[in-house]
């Protein structure tokens, strides 16, 4: 399995993006996607997980509110809509697979990963 993540960039204060991240191949097991973000100097965190069956969300209480985690299954493609962007948004955005039951916030859970999309948020 291949992820492929885009859609990073440069943005002010109070902008947008959208991420994407396109899966080529299937896994054996997938119980879901996340979106995870690691700033400079600090460890990896989560963002958003999607339930890939259900469509159930969750995401982190930092980010509840201002994005929205998407999947479309047709496409086998994940979305993340970034509004009210913060410059403590900052940070590469990876996307994954979860592979295991355990908790979705964990990166343990995650057996494949995408290459990281920049984002930078500007005061």
């Known amino acids: 399995v291949q992820l492929q993540a885009c859609g990073g960039g440069l943005v002010q204060t109070g902008g947008s993006l959208r991420l994407s991240c396109a899966a080529s191949?299937?896994?054996?097991?997938?119980?879901?996607m996340g979106w995870f973000r690691q700033a400079p100097g600090k460890e990896r965190e989560f963002v958003a997980h999607?339930?890939?069956?259900?469509?159930?969300?969750n995401y982190a209480d930092s980010v509840k509110g201002r994005f929205t985690i998407a999947r479309d299954s047709t496409k086998n493609t994940l979305y993340l809509q970034m509004n009210s962007l913060k410059p403590e948004d900052t940070a590469v955005y990876y996307c994954?697979?979860?592979?295991?039951?355990?908790?979705?916030?964990?990166?343990?859970?995650?057996?494949?990963w995408g290459q990281g999309t920049h984002v930078t948020v500007s005061a």
């Open positions: 191949g299937s896994a054996a097991r997938n119980y879901g």
């Open positions: 999607i339930a890939w069956s259900t469509g159930s969300t």
């Open positions: 994954a697979i979860r592979t295991y039951r355990a908790n979705y916030a964990y990166t343990s859970s995650y057996a494949f």
